[in-house]
Structure formats: C-alpha cells, structure tokens
C-alpha cells in the first residue's frame, strides 16, 4: 500500500545532469532501504543504485559509478538520484522502490523490493 511517485526526468543532453526525485506519504519511510531502477525500451529492468534506511550505506552499479549519487532526506519521506555526465546509454524509465525491511548490498533484483513507483523517463540525446 506505499505509493511511490517519481518526478524530475527529461530530456538533456551528452555530458548533462538531472536530478530525479521519488517522493512517498509512506510512514514507515525511513525503516524502508531504497532503490532506483531503469528500464530501455526491449530490455530488463536493471539496479540502478540503492541506499539502506540511514543512508550510510549505498551502492550502485559499476556504469554509474562516479557519475550519479543517490541519498535521501527520511523527514520529507523523498529519496533522490542526482544524475552527471549522462550518456545515451542512460536512457531508460528510471523507476523508484522500495524494500520494506533490511537492505543491503545484494538487494540489486526485482524481486527484492515490494513496491514501485510509475517511472520517469530520461532521455540523454547523443
């Protein structure tokens, strides 16, 4: 029953930044870990980058590494994914989630996580 809604997608391009923003009315928020996920057109929805209920711990995958950084802000229930230097690559419906209970690093599987939000898309143009 956690609603999730994502919000801050666009179209930029090569080299640009955008900062996506999931926000929920959920009140257990900060007991959830928290992830993105991405999703082109043909293919699987893959991990993006996760953070566990502090925030002291995230990870990502390796193609985002030093380029996007998740956090979150547990009093206004929001997690965010601050985007640099997107590539086409990119491109994708980015999806926010949300595990309701215990996160850590190999939490990087659909499967993992029990509720989505209804995606934003970015479009990085070449």
């Known amino acids: 029953q956690v609603q999730l809604v994502e919000s801050g997608g666009g179209l930029v391009q090569t080299g640009g930044s955008l900062r996506l923003s999931c926000a929920t009315s959920?009140?257990?928020?900060?007991?959830?870990?928290m992830s993105w996920f991405r999703q082109a057109p043909g293919a699987e929805r893959e991990f993006v980058a996760g953070?566990?209920?502090?925030?002291?711990?995230?990870n990502y995958i390796d193609s985002v590494l030093g380029r996007f950084t998740i956090s979150r802000d547990n009093a206004k229930n929001t997690v965010y994914l601050q985007m640099n230097s997107l590539k086409p690559e990119d491109t994708a419906i980015f999806y926010c989630?949300?595990?309701?209970?215990?996160?850590?690093?190999?939490?990087?599987?659909?499967?993992?996580?029990?509720?989505w939000g209804p995606g934003t898309q970015v479009t990085v143009s070449s």
């Open positions: 989630t949300a595990r309701f209970g215990p996160w850590d690093n190999r939490h990087t599987r659909v499967g993992n996580y029990n509720a």
């Open positions: 959920a009140r257990n928020f900060n007991t959830y870990g």
């Open positions: 953070i566990s209920w502090s925030g002291d711990m995230t």
